[in-house]
């Protein structure tokens, strides 16, 4: 029995809509507050057998196709809720990746899977026409592009991304061909691409994410896809490229590649590898305006990436901090707007109650609408000090310096920057700042808080004396950074210096870029295929899935939460916005496809998650916690509260203002 055909005009749709530049992004995209605020659960499709892993919408945003571990491909009209195409592939394994090839009127379908190859399946004719073995290991993401709708690009964990020519004739050998990023070469044999994506406005443009915290992006124009010969299995129970065969032709020129990772991350990653803690790039994405990359880190945060007006890490300039004393410079000579103000006793309130998320969203609030005010970046920071998240400290460091720019003459940016450095095990740096508030503030010394900063950073700087005369500073300890002097570009290229990584590799994670924005609340550590996307033609909110078996709504602006919804049993993995309205597609554990939308205004939203709050708390901490934490948390077993958690007695501290 023949399934029912895909028979659309979308070929001379999309080729109406301009895909050929892959300019034209539906920027017109109807997602509201209103609308988000209404959003819920509309239907669920049946039909898979297994975990559904993949989500990918036509252009036109007519039709959705899936990809699950039963190893078939489902076609659906999510608007009518019907299967319209059932399509059996040959793949043994999982399909991990799926997409519709652009302008093949919805006829042509690309898989990825578990078991190394990719598959070309004609809908129409529920018919594969094409298999590529090349990949030695588990094909994790495909990507198209509008501009060139006859190239495929495949991320694998054999460390490799290829590139592939629907129009050549394709022939499979002991040679793997069409390498397009080898990291194999780079950065070991362990190496694993995870993710995938490309520019949809400048095609020449790669985001890669791999098995490490770094998301890397690639001008194509400059590299030219070569081949090499492969190994059998390796010897280590997974398949591997020849490192010696491939180095010289993987040279890759000046300027074709930019990474990105949060200032954090670099410098803990020694730390990291001590604790036996892995930090994976499960999901890059870029905005409809091809101007933003947002990354989803396993076992962190996501964050955003400007990858043109680029942000360098965060390190202490002194020259800086020490600028002439100004007159009352930025928002103080302005004033705060009533409104905003309000908000800030708000947020000031909840921090003295100890409700230091609450404290952090009304101050992002704050600054939304006040972007310019050194005393709301300074108190942003002192409730990310006390809460403590992942990346809570060095994000407060940012803020500190941004108030200290903006005026340079509010101590309490300074007082808290030193703090910062300090929780951040860089006391030598703590140290210069103290000094400069000694000069800047001599009537402040005395305070009982700039005394206990004092007498905390010496018994740091005495502990650090201590490991270098005695010769014990190791490397992955977590104070090692302590005993190296230069500022945070030297620390990082030393801290990153492997035997594994290839000196270009040390040179490009030394020239790392930082994050703009992050997004925090969910959790990420089972699975490495969990996406974050942006949701709205303008790329309004971010939306992620998590562990907990929900997914989480972002405004982009403020970066707080706005909804967090039940989305799987499980664990949500994926979520695919519809080109052009306020509809969302979303999968995970379970064997269906959820299909999300604004509902009545009366609608009971029985998928909602009401407490936010502690939702994120939870995911936060479950994220924190170590392996053997991790197991008893997953057989629902309730650990102490950490330390921060229990009630204690305040040591003398500098309040908000």
Known sequence: MRHRKISLLNSVISQEKGLREGIHQHSTNQVTPELIDRLGLEAELEGHEGCVNC??????????????????????NPHTKMKIAHLRTQHVNNIFSVKFMPESGNRMIAAGAGDSKISLIDAERNETVTVCSCHLSRVKKLAVSNAHPTILWSGAEDGTVRQMDLREPHVCSETTSQILVNLLIHCGSMSEIKTIASNPVRSELLAV??????????????INPYTCQALDRARIGRPLINRESSENKDLLPDGCVNYFIPGHVSCRLPEYRKQNRSI???????????????????????????IFDRVPPVYLSVDKLQAPRASQSGIKSKGIPPAVKVMKEQANAAFEKGKYNLAVDLYNLAISKCPNSALLLSNKAAALMKRKWMGDVYDALRACLSAIELDPDYMKAYYRLARCLLDLKRPKEAEKVVIIFEEKFPDEVEQGWFKLLKTDLKAVLESLTAIENNGRAQSGSGYVEMSIEGNHYEIMARLNTDRNLSPAEVSWRKSAHDYERRFCGHCNTTTDIKEANFFGGEGQYVIAGSDDGSFFVWDHETTNIVKILRGDESIVNCLQPHPTTCLLATSGIDSVVRLWSPRPENFENERLVKDSVSAALANQRRMEADPFQMMLLSMGYNLPRDAEEEEEEAPPQCQNS
């Open 280 to 306: 994976t790039t499960t999901h890059v994405a870029f905005d409809s305006r091809g101007q933003k990359l947002l990354v989803n880190l396993g076992s962190e945060q996501i964050y955003l990436y400007d």
């Open 55 to 76: 989500i990918d919408w036509d252009y036109t945003g007519q039709y959705i196709v899936t990809g699950s571990d039963d190893r078939t491909l489902l076609v659906w």
């Open 209 to 222: 994410g791999a098995g490490d915290p770094y998301a890397r992006l690639y001008d194509r124009r400059m």
